[in-house]
RNA sequence: GGAGAAGUGGCCGAGUGGUCGAAGGCACUCCCCUGCUAAGGGAGCAUACGGGCAUAAACCUGUAUCGAGGGUUCGAAUCCCUCCUUCUCCGCCA
């Protein structure tokens, strides 16, 4: 949620800064809005001032023993009045809560300008895609034959859900922890379980509501009506709102956190995109790293979490490029965005695996979460979040890439410690 | 699932209808005194939002907030209803 007094303040600015992204500000709603806002809230205000004046006056009377009926007769019709404009200041303020809600973050200064995708910009390649003697598969028909099984995991769920088996379920496994135990033991993160179902009022905090509900998964509590609740699409929801409503002491800043946990995604807008394979389900897991910090060290913050990121692809040997998205391809909550694109050899491409993003006081703003500074104050912390990495695709990555002429698959050095050894899945 | 108790500022804690945004204590900040690793005196010390205000700070002023939401009342931390959370006992369970 934007500073509604930055838009009070400067309101075109806001608007250009917007319109950057693709989003057009309905400023004369919005002025509109305010402006009733301010006539509405000074009038109730003062009615209420009103009543607690006279409210007084009529206490310290009775304490004197003098009569108060003239001053009870002269506050007899203000209630009405006074619960007429409450109610209308609180439609008015929950009207402009709601457009404040559906308003994305400004980007910052230094993200290229953009209307989509094409518009990113690459920022540097690491690793050499590796030349292969034969026909390179895709990782479905690699993997088929070792175990990942698609099948089956339609006839359970339906399309985008899968059953891994065997050795590719350990592959899967390990990757995850290889990569919560980096994110722990070498960059600092505290690993973290948290809840996968959540409270909408979570969701509003992350900003995955009110706008994006349909691309969540709702649940529903058996056996009793109970508020509809959500299964996490990431963990940064979680993780990020477990310093929801607080203030924090400077010295607690920064804040690390990291959690392994399934990600759920109704794809709702996705239809026919990516239906072969691993790269796009309805539910995958994902090692995600949260950073809770000072304002003033966030963008440094995100450059260290892009590299606790490229990290996990480096050691897993990975060929990947980074590039910072434009304006008009990040998501709602970002100021500044880098994808980590992983190279997948059967599509000749470069494909996203890891978002890494500052969302600057966006999010905090929407739980107020705040921090006392060194002057007294409090403040609204930054908070960023990134994937380190998303496992489902690391696993693609793995097959792809480290796949062998007859089939076979060599296992990344890092991870044989925790696939018992074996050095390759046959 | 059943029975009971409780939720007040950074923390502890008083407050059952009126000058209570809230005693007292702890912590913290500033000043004075003292002169030594301690004590004494004084002052300050919640958050959000609005208005003054034309930008920021400061300041003045108003409003709201005592777990959350409703209600009663001229007036609610206090009375009533619903919900949430925590604790104790019983039951059940991985």
């Not at 003062?46 to 003098?66: P, V």
């Not at 796009?280 to 440094?300: G, L, N, T, W």
Request: some cysteine.
């Amino acid at each position: 949620m934007l500073d509604i007094q930055q838009l009070r303040n400067d309101l075109d600015g806001v608007a250009a800064r917007l319109a950057q992204r693709g989003f057009a500000l309905d400023t004369a709603a919005f002025a509109a809005l305010e402006h009733e806002r301010k006539a509405l809230q000074t009038r109730t205000q003062d009615l209420q001032a009103e009543r607690n004046a006279k409210s007084k006056a009529i206490g310290q009377a009775k304490s004197r023993g003098e009569d108060v009926a003239p001053i009870m007769a002269s506050v007899a019709n203000l209630g009405d009045e006074l619960k007429a404009a409450e109610q209308s200041l609180a439609a008015l303020q929950d009207k402009l809560n709601d457009m404040l809600l559906h308003i994305p973050n400004l980007p910052h200064e230094s993200v290229p300008v953009g209307k989509d995708e094409s518009g990113n910009v690459e920022l540097l390649r690491w690793g050499t895609p590796r030349a292969f003697d034969f026909e390179v598969k895709d990782h479905v028909d690699i993997g088929t034959p070792l175990g990942l099984d698609f099948e089956t995991g339609a006839k359970l769920s339906g399309a985008r859900f899968t059953v891994l088996k065997g050795q590719i379920a350990k592959l899967h496994r390990a990757l995850a922890q290889f990569m919560i135990d980096t994110q722990t033991e070498v960059h600092g993160y505290t690993e973290v379980y948290t809840p996968y179902i959540v409270n909408p009022e979570v969701l509003f905090g992350t900003g995955q509501l009110p706008k994006f509900a349909d691309d969540m998964f709702r649940v529903e509590r058996g056996g009793e009506d109970g508020q509809t609740q959500y299964l996490i699409s990431t963990s940064e929801i979680s993780l990020t709102n477990t310093v929801r409503d607080s203030v924090l002491k400077a010295d607690e800043l920064p804040i690390r956190l990291t959690a392994h946990s399934p990600c759920f995604r109704s794809e709702a807008g996705s239809y026919g995109r990516d239906t072969r394979g691993l790269i796009r389900q309805h539910q995958f897991d994902k090692v995600e790293m949260v950073q809770i910090v000072a304002p003033e060290q966030s963008y440094q913050a995100l450059d260290q979490m892009r590299g606790h990121a490229e990290a996990i692809l480096q050691k897993l040997e990975l060929p990947y490029r980074v590039v910072t998205l434009c304006t008009g391809d990040m998501g709602f909550g970002a100021t500044k965005t880098y994808d980590l694109e992983v190279w997948l050899p059967a599509q000749n491409t470069y494909r996203e695996i890891s978002s890494v993003s500052n969302c600057e006081a966006f999010q905090a703003r929407r739980m107020q979460t705040r921090v006392k500074n060194e002057a007294g104050k409090n403040e609204l912390v930054h908070t960023l979040n990134g994937s380190g990495l998303a496992v489902g695709r690391t696993l693609v990555a793995v097959l792809e890439n480290y796949q062998n002429a007859d089939g076979t698959v060599t296992i990344p050095q890092v991870l044989r410690p925790y696939m018992g050894g074996v050095d390759k899945l046959a």
